[in-house]
């Protein structure tokens, strides 16, 4: 589907034809149609949505959309919409909306699931509290399979999840976790505690993204949260688990570019908004920067009696910013899906050491054979010995920077390809013009 | 778990205390551990494990380490293993090995298994049938829910999942899905058919990246799997979209890095491997740069009449490099988790347009108070001049390649900041030296 329908039936004000593609197609898809519009268009059409629809559709969408929506809706339609979502949809509405929405939704709420969703925002920000479902259904120990299906039938209607059902103590402690798969599969008489496992478990003030990638590396459908007295409070189910992986991807793939992660959708998002996501390490990177003027400050004589050392400059710095840019994004990858550790600090410098040099040394016979074309011979071997030079410090830097960011305890993304190259400029314009100083006669 | 417990243990010659850690934990945390070690002690550690928990400790692995395990293995332990493996698994496993290897795990299996991986393996590389389990359950349609959890109960313990239930018809055709939930829930003498849904489908030969993130975006737990007659071949299960969506995110950050993927781990990849994955790109990078030899070649003269101005070439082309890769890389994100689609190209010019003129106008007033203090004014507003030029042209260039790649049918991913940075290196030296012709008395 590559064309604009519903923004064509919206121009061609033929809502009919809007309505009947909005209410044809699964949520998912009328939530990235929607999610393209402006607000007005928006707005209207979330309106053609039939009732259910429109419910699936807003927990679809990203929570930009979501208070956009919110913002043009009367209070009936609000309160119905509001009162019919998960209280974990509804607790991250309220956790991203104004205060004057948030006040709005939890005020007309009833009070069963206005406590529900209070608990949830009791958690802090960016915690698998705040992400998992209460809804879920806990079975207690002892019973027999026969029974814990009767519980399941009587309890399973308003809960989220099924499939993972954590077995408790008399206190609500977690003892262990069974499947509705083994409960199905297992003979009636059979007691719960012989088809339960051991079950991995989050504490609600977990960081949920970390929490989401064990659950990936783990192959759970849904993980076990409980609280600091290991009572079961909620399930993170898989659905959540993979959007919190795909949103924190997305955030690490802004930083590894410089930019702050954007909130919302990149083509509805203002042209203010998304600027500002860029300024500060634009600005941060051009003051770095004005150190490579310092450097060709310091060595203005040399470039004035060699101008054709002047020539090389760009190539130079540019191909030691490649390769920094390529280790640390390698590295920061690899820090992200778990493959590398703080403590590797000396194994990784070690390999990119012999990786930068195997690189620069092919790149140096290329560069000795386009300068020697060009310039001088001396000037070409210059430029052939600091693209080798470069190209180790380069790898090493690139790589250490976000294993020490990691052990510094700061995002090791923040080391974006952007930083490693303005840093590995300036350092590069040193080298070049030391080496120039070793190899002509100066 | 921040030491490295096996490595110490074995490097201690330790096997009692390996042994007892690679038993008592989860099979992920073991696979994470072995992946770190080399090929001997690899082997050394799995041979030390349970039967179960070797077999799934093995399906954990990343397919590089598997194929180090399996030729270390006798063939007693050998065939064991590859017959215990899940079809799909066992697919991969031969996909991924070399021939000796692949034969020798097909030659090893019962008729029946042969045939289920043969089967799989015929679909093309990449695609849904290669991802895909043959092992579930169908339910006829008209079946009432007491029968069909009968058949569940006959036929699940063979299934990968049994949450996600396929209705066909009499000729295997599929017509809907139900899940084991509303089985559950729904009372015994419900018919099938009225606690189905529509069901969304790929076909086997389909891309299993896009089903897999369609998958995400339609929170599915498992995608049912069709040939081209309809029929029902098999179930795609959210833990294997999940891994191809890691394993394509991790690719495409590599690509954006400007370096090929890494097939297996950062850490026991061997450096030649690594280096070879980076060659290509900065080669072909090294090449291109020379443009921006050739640009100031043409400029000589201006550089050697104003030397000021060579002080702020490696700052200008950084920034303009920069700006370049913020809108590849938002631009490439957004095209991969579909919020931007090829036909966008003039509303993102549009705005991106806007943003690099917001950009440069900020960094340039920056850029005139730095470079007033160190050089004459003119040569600082060449600066600030050429500062908001090349803003723009690097937002729009990086944001318009990776869609003209979309539209020629390329990765957009291949569009990487290396590659943007490179190419408005070349391109900003024009602009600069273009200004410094207009403002300065040349």
Redesign the interface.
């Known amino acids: 589907m590559?064309?604009d329908v519903v923004q064509d039936a919206l121009d061609a004000n033929d809502l009919a034809k809007a309505q009947e593609w909005l209410n044809r197609h699964?949520?998912?898809e009328v939530a990235?149609e929607l999610?393209?519009l402006d607000p007005v268009p928006t707005a209207v059409a979330f309106r053609l949505l039939d009732k259910d629809q429109a419910l699936e559709v807003f927990e679809?969408l990203d929570p930009h959309s979501q208070q956009t929506i919110l913002e043009g809706l009367r209070d009936e339609a609000f309160y119905d919409l509001v009162e019919s979502l998960e209280p974990d949809d509804r607790a991250r509405v309220v956790q991203e909306a104004p205060a004057k929405i948030a006040h709005r939704v939890l005020a007309g709420l009833s009070p069963a699931e206005r406590q529900m969703t209070a608990a949830l925002l009791g958690y802090p920000e960016g915690s698998v509290g705040r992400y998992m479902t209460p809804e879920m259904v806990v079975l207690r120990r002892g019973l027999t399979a026969a029974a814990a299906?009767d519980v399941?039938?009587a309890e399973?209607?308003d809960a989220e999840?099924?499939?993972v059902l954590p077995l408790v103590d008399d206190h609500r402690r977690l003892v262990g976790v069974t499947t509705?798969?083994e409960l199905?599969?297992s003979a009636a008489d059979t007691v719960v505690d012989m088809i339960s496992e051991e079950a991995?478990r989050a504490q609600a003030t977990d960081d949920a993204e970390s929490a989401a990638r064990l659950m990936?590396?783990?192959?759970l459908?849904a993980l076990i949260v409980v609280d600091s007295e290991e009572r079961v409070v909620g399930l993170l189910t898989?659905?959540d688990a993979?959007?919190l992986?795909?949103a924190a991807?997305?955030e690490?793939?802004?930083r590894?570019?410089?930019?702050s992660p954007?909130r919302g959708?990149?083509?509805t998002a203002s042209?203010?908004q998304?600027?500002r996501s860029?300024?500060t390490?634009?600005?941060l990177?051009?003051?770095a920067?004005?150190l490579?003027?310092n450097v060709?400050?310091y060595f203005?004589d040399t470039?004035?009696r060699v101008?054709a050392l002047?020539?090389?400059?760009?190539?130079l710095?540019?191909?030691g910013?490649?390769?920094g840019?390529?280790s640390?994004?390698?590295?920061?990858?690899?820090l992200a899906?778990?493959?590398?550790?703080?403590?590797?600090v000396f194994?990784?410098v070690w390999?990119e050491s012999?990786?930068g040099l195997?690189?620069g040394l092919?790149?140096a016979v290329?560069?000795l054979a386009?300068g020697a074309l060009?310039v001088e011979w001396r000037v070409a071997a210059t430029l052939a010995g600091s693209l080798v030079a470069i190209c180790v410090w380069a790898s090493v830097v690139g790589a250490v920077m976000p294993l020490l960011a990691r052990r510094l305890g700061i995002d090791p993304a923040v080391i974006s390809?952007?930083l490693v190259?303005?840093l590995v400029?300036?350092t590069g314009?040193i080298i070049y013009f030391t080496m120039a100083h070793l190899i002509l006669p100066l």
Not at 256 to 259: I, S, T
Not at 328 to 334: E, G, I, K, L, Q
């Open positions: 590559d064309v699964a949520p998912h990235a999610q393209r679809e299906l399941v039938r399973g209607r999840t099924i499939y509705l798969r199905v599969l991995p990936q590396e783990a192959n459908l898989i659905d993979v959007e992986i795909e991807d997305t690490d793939v802004a590894q570019a410089g930019a954007l959708h990149y083509l042209v203010l998304v600027a860029r300024a390490w634009l600005l990177l051009l003051v920067a004005t490579t003027v060709l400050q203005e470039l004035a101008t002047a020539l090389f400059v760009p190539l710095i540019g191909t910013g490649n390769a840019a390529q640390a994004t390698a590295v920061v990858r690899a899906v778990g493959e590398v550790r703080g403590r590797d194994r990784v390999r012999r990786v195997g690189l092919v790149l290329l560069a386009i060009l390809a952007p190259t303005t400029d300036a314009l």
